[in-house]
């Protein structure tokens, strides 16, 4: 299979999306939101992260305190993963309409096609929208979350299965967050969005887990949200146009 024509082929193209001439100027946007947000989280965290995960393995039975040794690290990257989530998935909501632009003018760099012809006051037209779309995805994601996060304090199973379980999830509902931006530019509903990627969840699931494991990487982290929504638009053109 060619590698660009994979999950983890289409988000590596993102960065080189991201840099283009033509292109760059409506990253910044969605850059500048990210660096404000995660930057700001990141710093919190690694004031708190010791203290936290010392917390949580404190509640394994004296018999499992071997496991601290594995739970540590285990931990510490679910808490950077969610932290790193909660905070891009703000500032995605603050830049959505930045997000979605961009979005947009990579399709037509890439399909040579134009989208609309009305550029900035379309997307001013559009933010209430593409707002009731944000809180759209919340929605979805909210409840199962919520759930995870409940599964993570249950002593020693949840320290044990919450990582595993939080990175799966946390890659599907980030390739459901950026690959949603094209999608929306040409008005998929949301449940029809779904039901595109459930038929291709390979290639989903695959660029969710790089976005994933790049949002947890500091300094890294702050360039991926402008990344994404470059690598999704890609797997869009190549994936899921011709069938929405």
């Not at 024509?5 to 991201?18: E, K, L, P």
């Not at 594995?70 to 990257?77: E, F, S, T, Y």
């Not at 096609?113 to 997307?123: A, F, H, R, T, Y």
């Amino acid at each position: 299979m060619n590698k660009a024509n994979t999950g983890f082929g289409y988000f590596m193209q993102g960065f080189q999306i991201a840099f283009m001439p033509g292109i760059r100027r409506y990253v910044l946007m969605p850059l500048l939101a990210n660096i404000l947000l995660v930057g700001s989280a990141m710093y919190y965290l690694f004031s708190h992260l010791n203290a936290w995960i010392e917390g949580w393995l404190g509640y394994l039975p004296e018999f499992l305190s071997w496991l601290s040794y594995i739970l540590w690290p285990l931990l510490a990257l679910t808490i950077l993963a969610t932290f790193s989530y909660f905070f891009s998935t703000l500032a995605n909501f603050i830049a959505a309409p930045f997000n979605g632009l961009l979005a947009e003018k990579v399709e037509e760099m890439l399909t040579g096609n134009k989208i609309n012809d009305e550029g900035l006051m379309s997307v001013v037209k559009d933010v209430p929208r593409i707002m009731a779309r944000e809180w759209r995805k919340l929605l979805y994601t909210l409840p199962k979350a919520i759930g995870l996060f409940l599964l993570l304090l249950i002593p020693a199973i949840g320290q044990t299965i919450g990582p595993f379980a939080w990175f799966i999830f946390t890659a599907w509902m980030l390739a459901i967050q950026y690959c949603d931006y094209p999608f929306d530019n040409h008005k998929v509903p949301f449940n029809d969005m779904r039901l595109s990627m459930k038929q291709k969840q390979g290639k989903a699931y695959g660029f969710g887990m790089l976005v994933s494991l790049f949002t947890a990487i500091p300094i890294l982290n702050l360039f991926i949200v402008p990344v994404s929504v470059c690598g999704a638009t890609a797997m869009w053109v190549q994936e899921f146009k011709q069938h929405s």
